[in-house]
Structures are given as C-alpha cells and as structure tokens.
C-alpha cells in the first residue's frame, strides 16, 4: 500500500502589498455604519481599479484592510501611489476625525501560494512596513526601493533600519514623502530635522543675464540637475516641482532644510556676458549653513542644449564625489556607525588612491558594513570594487583570484538590484581582464545606457579597445570620459590605458605625453610611472627610463613583467604585439622579470 505523498507546495517570488485602515476600530466605534459604507465604497472607487489596472489582485480582505498580490514591486508602488492619491480626493472634505486614510506596507518575498492566501516572511513584513506607515503614506522595503527607484511618480526618504515585531532583523524601510513631509515619521507631523544621507535639493539657478529667452537653458539646468543627481546610488533628491516653487524667492537655507528635510543644498547663478557664459554653484549644509564646496565654469556661447549636457554632465560627477566625502567625514564623528554610514567611509578611502593601504581600509569598511546590513548591494558591489582594483592596476600577484572574486559578488549584486550601473561597469572591467573584452565592453555600454553621466564607463570603452587590439580607438573614448568629468578623481586612471594605446600602435612619443598627464593628475599611482618607463626605454631615452621606473618601484616594490604577464587579457595579434613592444620597453628600462 502506497504511503500517502505530501502534496506540493505552490511558492513564488512576488511583491506583496499590505494595507489597513488607520484608527479604524476608532472609527467603528463612533460611527459603525457610515464608515462601513464609505469604506466599501473607496475600495470600489479608488483601490480596487488602481490594483487592477497596474496587474494586481487582491488575495483576501481583512475587514479593515486588504492583502494584495503583484507580479511586480512597480506596479504594487505604483497602485498603492494611485490609490493613495484618489482617496485623498474622495475624503479631502471629511472632518478630521472621521476621515479614512489607509497605511500601506510593500515587500517582495518568496510566497507560499493558496487559493485564497498568501504566506511566507516576505508577506508579514509587508504587514508590519504597513504598521510604521503614517496615515494615507506608503512604506517600502529596501528590495523594493531598489526596482522602484526613478520609475515611480513619488518620492521616497531613507528611514534607517526599523525593528519590526516579529521580524528576526532589523529592516531598512523608505517611506513616500508627500509635500516635504515624511510619511512614515510615526508623529503625524512634519518630522523633526533629521534628514536621510545623501539629501539634497537642487534649487533654481538664478538667471543674473535677465534675457527671458536664456530663462528656458537656466531652468533646464535646474531640471537636468534634479534628474541626474537622483541616478547616484543611494540619494535622495527632492522633486523638482517642489524645489521650483521657490523660485525667485529669498530663502533661509537652514530653514528650507527643515522644510524639506535634506541635509544639502546646491544653488547657482547664470550669467552671460558677450559669448562666454559664466556658471556659480556652491554645496551647502543645511543644517549648519556652512558651504561645502563652490565651484565656477566659464565657456564660450555654443549650441545651448550642448552645453546645458556638458554642464550638468560635470556638476553632476564633482557632485558625487563631495556628497561621499562630505557623509564619510559626518560617519566619523558618530559613536555607533550603521551599515551607510560605514559604507560612506569606505567609499572614501577608495577615492583616496590606488594603493594597497587605501583600498585595505576600504575593504575593512565594506566588511562592517555589510556585517551589519548583508543585503546591502551598494556595500557589496564596492567590497567586488576592492578586488577589481588590486586586480587591474596589478598590485597583487593573486590577480585571477581577485577577479574570480569579485565576479561572484557583482553576479550575485545584479541579481538583486539589475539596474545598478556600478556593478554592470565593474563586471565589464572583469570581464576585460579575464579575456572577453567584447563582453566586458557590452557591460560598460550597458552602465552607461543606465547612467549617461559614467565618465568612468566611457574611459573603460576606452581601456577594452585597447585590449581588443584597437588601441588607435581608445584616446576618443577617454576623450569623451574626460569631457563629462575633466576633474573627476579616477582622471589618473583613465589617462594611462591611453598611453599604453599608443605604445600598442607605436606612437611613442605621444605615449610620454599622456603617461606625464597621468603623473601630474596623481604621482601615486605606480602603473602610470611603469608604462613611462617603457615608453622612454622605446625612444632610447634610458636614463630617464631607468628613473622612471626607479619611482614606480618606489611606490610598489612587489612589481614585476611576470606579474603583467599574468592576465590572460587578449587574442588579437595586434594586442600581441604590442605588449610584447611594451614588456619589452619595461625591460630595456630595468623593471624586474620576476
């Protein structure tokens, strides 16, 4: 006789959106039957349409409140912002205390699927992200800000991590942000000045040209600004319908920081005289007042929109470097860093340099991050960051290890957070470097069609070119990276793949040109000094071969031809050939085989 089989278990991965009527039982209790009947009918009316028409369904009523199905997380947010919004209409002439206003919670989980219910971990944070919401707000898992990030019609304010009730650990929860005000403060009113990390507001730029018809190119800064700002991992940028509403209008910046609870402020001027146009920016705190950075572009009058580009192109880019240094240095003064905080300072000693000391303190910083927060995928893309490094400026002989590494971990990033450009530009560099450079390029084309403004994806189009025996291609590339961020922080590392492009075709003498641009943008980056050397060595300039290569051995002892050799990077003959002529350079300039 057959034992009886357990019978399968449906499971599938969904975003789950749970909602509930704030203060119902409040509500019943004064007025039973009206609240019944205008419950019904705001269900009818404004959720019930919402989750249909965004491919939802709702799995069970809960008499004051729903549970709600959704294939994905941005069509769940962008039903629960629907509805949201249509019940504000229905109920904006009701009197306080008898308005209904739903919370509602959102998550993705794996689910335990029955005919009319849902189960599952995924499906009681949902519940309990609902239970921090404020009346008529949304609050949203960090797994769902992740997909839902610039492809929804509202804004979202970091909350930190909450403990949830009978949840294990601690989540990370963002919640809608309406008018300035956070709606998951648990007050009921504007929140007290505590602004999320990496907030700003980009306030109009002043036009001090008074030509109405440059206020469109004035504005559209502004606009483009806004926009681009948002695409940095992990910021939080008011919308810019807030922020021109106060245009042309004094404002106390301390003031507006509480107003909208951003921690900066960056405002500007335009002003053109003659054909030149002149751009003023300053970075403000703004809970201090203080000026964090300032900065002046002056150009000559071209095609506007061009130019607009270019400017917000570089503002941008200096932007994102100032903004991590400016939370790396708050995250120092705090007696209990959290998972950011240290995430910050990592990325800030990153930033200080390609050096075996600078990149070890960043990967200690990764580390206690992600030891506090292991589903943090901005901690996790930068500790694969680490092991790209040491691999491609050969500071390690352990270079396939590095790689193979940091392969695993960028895979795993994506499959988590798909759209984040980083990691798809780190794994286009692992790529290079593990011999599938048209993959690798695949990858950076793919970061920059997420980001327009990734100088770095450019420069490393550049860097795969060269590695595809197409070194005469890579000086455009490196071009274009250099227009977008002329003074970005990695120019030293984009300048020497140039050089070594030029060493593949035999253009010596404009190899020493690039690699000395390389030297003056940053003397401590060994690489740069080596790749001199052989150029130098090439021109039979071996006294000054030999001292080049004397100071890159200065600053990376450990350095030799044979770990160069050690990459299986390319299979043209034309990369053949010219690396033979630069390991040969090396040599004649006295860099150790071994």
């Given at each position: ?6 019978s399968r278990?449906?499971?599938?991965l969904?975003?789950?959106?749970a909602?509930?009527?704030?203060g119902?039982?409040?509500?019943m ?8 009947a ?5 269900l ?6 919402a989750?249909a ?10 008499g ?9 997380a ?7 912002v629907q ?5 504000r ?13 739903f919370r509602v919670?959102?998550n ?12 599952g ?11 921090i919401?404020?009346p008529g ?9 992740e997909?839902v ?9 970091n ?5 949830l ?13 309406r008018d300035?005000?956070?709606l ?10 505590s602004?999320?990390r990496?907030s700003i ?8 040209s008074?030509?109405p018809e440059?206020a469109y190119?004035?504005?559209g ?6 926009t681009?700002?948002?695409q ?15 245009k042309g ?12 609870n ?7 001027t335009?002003q ?16 201090t007042g203080?000026?964090?950075?300032a900065d002046r572009?002056d ?7 061009d ?19 400016a939370?790396?240095?708050r995250a120092?003064?705090t007696?209990?860093?959290?998972a950011m905080d240290l ?7 990153f ?5 075996s ?5 960043a990967r200690?910083?990764f580390?206690?991050?992600l030891?506090?927060?292991p589903?943090?995928?901005d901690a ?13 400026t050969?500071?390690?002989?352990d270079l396939?290890?590095?790689l193979a ?10 499959s988590?957070?798909?759209?984040h450009s980083w ?7 692992v ?11 695949a ?8 980001d ?5 994806a450019?420069?490393m189009?550049?860097l795969?070119?060269?590695l ?9 590339h490196?071009?274009q990276?250099?227009r977008l ?7 030293y ?7 070594f492009?030029?060493?593949q ?12 641009r390389g030297?003056e943008?940053?003397r401590?980056?060994p ?10 060595a090439?021109?039979g300039k071996?006294?000054e071969?030999?001292a080049?290569a004397?100071?890159g051995?200065t ?6 031809i044979?770990?160069?050799?050690g990459?299986?990077?390319?299979n043209?003959?034309t990369?053949?050939?010219?690396s ?8 004649l300039?006295?860099v150790?085989?071994?």
């Amino acid at each position: 006789m057959e034992q009886d089989r357990p019978s399968r278990v449906d499971r599938r991965l969904s975003a789950i959106l749970a909602a509930d009527v704030a203060g119902y039982s409040r509500l019943m209790h004064t007025d039973e039957e009206p609240t019944h009947a205008k419950l019904a009918a705001l269900l009818a009316d404004a959720v019930n349409p919402a989750i249909a028409e965004h491919g939802g369904r709702i799995v069970k009523n809960t008499g004051d409140g729903f549970l709600a199905e959704f294939l994905s997380a941005v069509q769940a947010v962008r039903a629960a912002v629907q509805f949201q919004a249509r019940i504000r209409e229905l109920t904006i002439g009701d009197v306080d205390g008898r308005r209904i206003a739903f919370r509602v919670g959102v998550n993705i989980g794996d689910v335990i699927v029955e005919p009319h219910d849902i189960f599952g971990d995924g499906v009681n944070q949902a519940a309990r992200l609902e239970s921090i919401a404020e009346p008529g707000g949304i609050c949203i898992s960090a797994s769902v800000y992740e997909h839902v990030r610039g492809k929804v019609d509202a804004e979202f304010v970091n909350m930190g991590e909450q403990s949830l009730k009978n949840i294990a650990h601690p989540v990370r929860a963002y919640a809608m942000v309406r008018d300035g005000i956070n709606l998951g403060s648990q007050t009921g009113r504007r929140a007290p000045f505590s602004p999320p990390r990496l907030s700003i507001v980009v306030l109009p730029f002043a036009d001090l040209s008074s030509d109405p018809e440059q206020a469109y190119f004035v504005d559209g800064i502004t606009e483009s600004l806004t926009t681009d700002l948002s695409q940095i991992e992990g910021a939080f940028v008011i919308g810019r319908h807030t922020a021109f509403t106060y245009k042309g209008k004094p404002v106390d910046l301390k003031q507006l920081g509480c107003e909208l609870n951003v921690r900066y402020v960056l405002e500007g001027t335009v002003q053109r005289s003659g054909d030149r146009l002149r751009i003023n920016v300053q970075l403000v705190d703004a809970g201090t007042g203080g000026h964090l950075w300032a900065d002046r572009f002056d150009k000559p009058v071209g095609d506007l929109f061009d130019m607009q580009d270019e400017i917000v192109a570089r503002l941008a880019n200096t932007l994102n470097a100032k903004l991590i240094e400016a939370e790396a240095r708050r995250a120092e003064n705090t007696l209990h860093p959290d998972a950011m905080d240290l995430f910050f300072q990592g990325r800030h000693s990153f930033n200080k340099g390609v050096t075996s000391k600078s990149l070890t303190q960043a990967r200690l910083f990764f580390e206690r991050a992600l030891a506090i927060d292991p589903e943090n995928v901005d901690a996790t893309v930068w500790m694969a960051a680490v092991d790209v490094t040491f691999s491609s400026t050969f500071l390690t002989d352990d270079l396939s290890l590095h790689l193979a590494a940091a392969e695993k971990i960028l895979l795993k990033a994506l499959s988590r957070a798909p759209n984040h450009s980083w990691a798809h530009l780190l794994l286009g560099v692992v790529l290079m470097h593990t011999n599938r450079a048209d993959q690798g390029l695949a990858e950076c084309e793919r970061a920059l069609a997420l980001d327009r403004n990734l100088a770095d994806a450019h420069a490393m189009i550049g860097l795969a070119k060269f590695l595809m025996g197409c070194g005469a291609e890579t000086e455009a590339h490196v071009d274009q990276a250099l227009r977008l961020s002329p003074r970005d922080i990695c120019v030293y590392r984009w300048l020497s793949p140039v050089g070594f492009s030029k060493l593949q075709i035999g253009a010596d003498a404009e190899a020493v040109s690039w690699f000395l641009r390389g030297i003056e943008a940053n003397r401590n980056y060994p690489l740069v000094h080596f790749g001199l050397a052989a150029a130098l060595a090439l021109l039979g300039k071996l006294h000054e071969a030999h001292a080049a290569a004397k100071a890159g051995q200065t600053l990376d002892p450990t350095f030799t031809i044979r770990r160069l050799k050690g990459l299986s990077v390319g299979n043209s003959a034309t990369f053949f050939d010219g690396s033979r002529r630069i390991l040969n350079g090396m040599r004649l300039a006295g860099v150790p085989e071994r």
